[in-house]
């Protein structure tokens, strides 16, 4: 998917979409493109769907049979959706 968040563009693999622990409404991603703040892509991020504009859903696949290694699993407190 590709959409923008913080006025600007990433490209993320959505994995887990649920609830965290304080309340929002989250997508756990493996962002893939864009912009990072913290570099270093790609690598798991989370984003508050409130946050999000423009989402645009691309023709782009991607493998889910990855190492799946959730590190922020804990955070959230209900899960309504999981890739894989």
Do not use: C
């Amino acid at each position: 998917m590709q959409f923008w968040y913080h006025n600007n563009q990433r490209i993320a693999e959505p994995h887990v979409f649920g609830v965290t622990t304080n309340d929002k409404l989250a997508v756990l991603t493996r962002q893939v493109g864009g912009y990072s703040s913290s570099g270093g892509l790609p690598d798991w991020r989370m984003f508050y769907v409130d946050e999000i504009n423009n989402l645009r859903i691309t023709e782009q696949s991607f493998q889910i049979s990855r190492t799946w290694h959730n590190p922020r699993e804990s955070d959230f407190k209900t899960i309504y959706a999981v890739v894989g």
